[in-house]
């Protein structure tokens, strides 16, 4: 027996050892790839030494003789630091991912292919300024030498995540940064969505004219009915079965309402209380980790430029140099129209147009599957644009038979000059000069929000389609692709995009709200991502003669919602302090008990209380009540609630009020009803999933910001180091907006899309310009840089945005010096 014993601790001390040894190898393998900030290189592509000093937040200062060796190290710092992400981000864009995933990502593939970005980018390249292509392959060097130096002095194949996922890391091209721009295009563009949405629930809606206040138009002059998708589209099956499609964490293809957010504003001189130009600026896309902006610095010719880039792209995206400040709001422009195409009944390889049958325009694409047989793809196109499948988008359940779909899309160009617009941009002394710069956006569109150190000015860029004024279904819904009114005419001129320069009242700003009403076919778009924000943005804004960097600061993370303040005397109207006391343990004291926490509550989204969570779970029970009954499972869809309707309905706009009765029960329910009963539905949720005991609850227990990386992110044991998760305030309708999940679910209210970046510029001293990101610069789950902001972030608080050479190096963590390879 003491000898079998002896033997078990010998064993177990050898699995031990063997375990640490392993600990031990997988962590010398991983920790290879960190990269070393103090060091001088010999590199292959740069002209002349060159100096990247880190700060101590590590966002690099790089210091070069030329501007094609400032952008040969903004490519190496990025590889350095981001080299998985941008070999994702170029997989994706290319339809590659599966090589690498498996079948899981073939979904994904396939509907990349079918939209061709990366010919289409391919394809671009020579379109783009001498400037910029300059700057593509010089950044294209960077990148590659960065890629050269992991092969050579063997640095753990660059990241972790390549030990896992083994790939061939081919050298980076100035195509595939035109094609990482493209897929941004891609995950801000949410119109295609929008006109699906609109014809399902044309053909769900027992009265169409309904179709007004599920689905409402953002407030201003009114814009005519449209008749019955049914109408324009004849033997579309009413109630479509739609397989649902297939989302990957890897996949770019997003819900509608998470195809972009932002929040921008200025103030000039008159109202800034230095007498220097204000910019605020907080693009909001999906969360992950690592996050999707980069902090750097480059000192060009035209001077000195500081903000957030994309790993992938050679261009400071939003941010300053010292005489101009940029920053960026998506413009919710209508760029995409989906097009009915009719086949021949005698030879499906061809499609109707005006001029009678055409031939499709065909292509084979292969998609090599890990482990798995490669499956070939037939792409088509039409003379409106890609023909997409059925699963994409929904887009079968609204497609007629004998018939297919094609898209019309502006960053469908080959002459996609957008980057050269950035490039352009960056080099830009002040407002007009950066207007002019700007002409050559062309996808995505966004509000251009501008300051110099005397003039603010906004100005929405990118291409805007021309269409017909008797276009059919005014690009609102799929119409007929063989009918030439509906087809696209070209794009406007730049000159007509929405622009405001040095407005009298000296403020100016976007929260994605409506910026125009203008008449179709100049209407620029009837969809918009805001009716909300703007509200409370404009009360911070005239609520002070003149503004701070720390007002701008203070709008940004405000937490108030004016929706809550505007739904909740409607929908508790009849509910507040009435009724007779009830005993402790029933649903009418819990009521009473969640009645008297709202009533005293005055809007904020604070992390810390209870009253946003049940707030939320209330407006998010009252709508779909208000739904189910009328559009059955399209109800499912919705997964975010939408105030104007809660509003139209509980104010009796137009008949509203009826979507409160239930059409199948006998009894005529009113809102009040629809309210009591839903706020019965929330408690109970409440109750099931975070307790009965409401005044511990807590909001920021429901809304953590969930900053996951996207392939470790669901590995055992491995997520706990790799994802990032905070409890956070804000919601979907605060200016520091924290988009939740959406849905039914126990993860409904999860903050998965917000200001992944924020900067406020100032001026009258443009050093004490301050900036932040969500998470850290680097990728490397390892360096004690992948989460170092995650909590400056969370609680508010930013960095120094300074161009200053002697503070940077004052607290640097390393510099890295870059010198030509000597032959």
């Not at 063997?18 to 290879?32: K, W």
């Not at 400037?131 to 660059?158: C, D, F, H, M, P």
């Not at 694409?365 to 409106?384: E, F, G, M, V, Y």
Request: charged share 20%; hydrophobic share 40%; glycine share 8%.
């Amino acid at each position: 027996m003491a000898v079998v014993f002896q033997w078990l601790v010998r064993l177990t001390a050898g699995l031990i050892v063997l375990a640490v040894l392993g600990v031990g190898m997988i962590y010398y393998l991983a920790s290879r790839s960190l990269p070393k900030y103090d060091a001088t290189l010999q590199v292959e592509g740069i002209g002349a030494p060159a100096e990247i000093v880190r700060d101590n937040a590590n966002v690099p200062h790089i210091l070069a003789q030329s501007d094609a060796d400032a952008f040969f190290a903004l490519g190496f710092v990025h590889a350095q630091d981001r080299l998985w992400q941008m070999m994702m981000l170029r997989r994706t864009a290319q339809g590659r991912l599966s090589e690498v995933f498996g079948v899981k990502t073939v979904e994904t593939d396939s509907f990349i292919r079918r939209l061709d970005i990366y010919r289409l980018a391919v394809q671009s390249v020579a379109a783009q300024s001498p400037q910029t292509l300059t700057a593509l392959e010089a950044y294209s060097a960077g990148v590659n030498a960065r890629i050269a130096q992991i092969n050579q002095e063997a640095l753990g194949r660059g990241a972790p995540e390549f030990f896992i996922f083994p790939m061939a890391l081919a050298p980076w091209q100035p195509a595939d940064s035109i094609a990482v721009g493209k897929l941004m295009a891609l995950q801000l563009s949410g119109q295609l969505d929008a006109e699906v949405m609109r014809a399902r629930m044309s053909l769900a809606l027992p009265d169409p004219d309904r179709l007004v206040d599920i689905l409402p138009d953002a407030p201003g002059s009114g814009v005519a009915a449209l008749p019955e998708y049914a109408a324009l589209v004849p033997d579309v099956p009413r109630y479509a079965a739609v397989e649902p499609q297939t989302i990957n964490p890897l996949s770019p293809f997003g819900p509608e309402a998470f195809a972009g957010a932002s929040n921008a504003w200025a103030a000039a001189p008159s109202r800034s209380a230095s007498g220097g130009t204000l910019l605020a600026n907080d693009p909001h896309l999906g969360f992950s980790a690592p996050g999707i902006w980069y902090l750097a610095h480059l000192d060009l010719a035209a001077g000195g430029v500081i903000g957030a880039t994309i790993p992938g792209i050679p261009a400071v995206l939003t941010g300053r140099s010292d005489s101009l400040g940029w920053g960026l709001t998506t413009a919710y422009v209508d760029d995409q129209d989906l097009f009915i195409e009719e086949l021949n009944p005698d030879n499906p390889t061809q499609y109707r147009t005006p001029d009678g049958w055409k031939e499709f325009e065909t292509r084979k694409s292969i998609i090599t599957i890990k482990d798995a047989d490669p499956i070939t793809l037939t792409l088509r196109w039409t003379d409106n644009g890609p023909v997409l499948p059925g699963r994409f988008k929904n887009i079968g359940a609204v497609t007629p038979p004998g018939h297919v779909a094609a898209l019309s899309w502006t960053a469908l160009s080959p002459n996609d000059t957008s980057l050269s617009g950035a490039i352009g941009l960056m080099s830009s002394q002040d407002v007009a000069q950066a207007i002019n710069a700007s002409e050559l956006f062309v996808a995505p569109a966004q509000n251009l929000t501008l300051a110099d150190l005397d003039t603010i000015a906004m100005k929405t860029v990118g291409a805007v389609p021309r269409r017909d004024p008797n276009h059919q279904s005014k690009g609102r819904m799929p119409s007929f692709g063989y009918l030439p009114e509906n087809r696209w005419q070209g794009v406007m001129s730049f000159a007509s995009n929405p622009g405001f320069v040095a407005p009298l009242g000296g403020i100016l700003g976007n929260t994605n709200n409506k910026t125009v009403e203008r008449p179709f076919p100049n209407h620029v778009s009837y969809r918009w991502g805001d009716t909300q924000r703007v509200q409370r943005w404009q009360r911070l804004m005239q609520a002070r003669q003149v503004h701070t960097r720390d007002s701008f600061i203070e709008a940004q993370l405000d937490t108030v919602s004016a929706t809550a303040r505007t739904l909740l005397p409607l929908i508790g109207a009849e509910l507040w302090f009435t009724g007779e006391a009830a005993p402790d343990g029933t649903a009418e004291r819990q009521r009473q008990r969640a009645l008297t926490l709202l009533a005293d509550w005055n809007g904020e989204m604070n992390e810390h209380l209870p009253e946003p969570l049940i707030y939320a779970a209330w407006l998010r029970a009252l709508q779909d009540r208000m739904l189910r009954d009328d559009i059955g499972p399209l109800a499912n869809e919705l997964t975010h609630v939408e105030p104007l309707f809660i509003e139209r309905a509980f104010r009796d706009v137009d008949g509203a009020s009826v979507w409160c009765d239930v059409r199948q029960s006998a009894p005529v329910e009113t809102c009040p009803d629809m309210a009591r009963m839903a706020l019965d539905d929330a408690l109970i949720w409440i109750g099931e999933t975070y307790g009965t005991q409401l005044e511990s609850l807590r909001w920021g227990d429901a809304h953590q910001a969930i900053q996951d990386h996207p392939v470790l992110g669901d590995v055992p044991v491995l997520r706990y180091f790799v994802n990032i998760r905070q409890s956070t305030s804000g919601g979907d309708n605060t200016l520091q907006r924290g988009l939740t999940r959406g849905g039914a679910g126990a993860n409904a209210f999860e903050n998965v899309h917000g200001a992944g970046y924020r900067g406020v510029y100032d001026f009258a001293d443009p050093d004490s310009s301050v900036f932040i990101e969500s998470t850290g610069q680097s990728g490397h789950f390892l360096s004690r840089h992948y989460d170092d902001m995650a909590q400056l972030w969370r609680r508010g608080e930013y960095i120094p945005m300074s161009l200053d050479q002697g503070l940077a190096r004052a607290a640097s963590v390393g510099i890295t010096k870059l010198e030509p390879a000597t032959q």
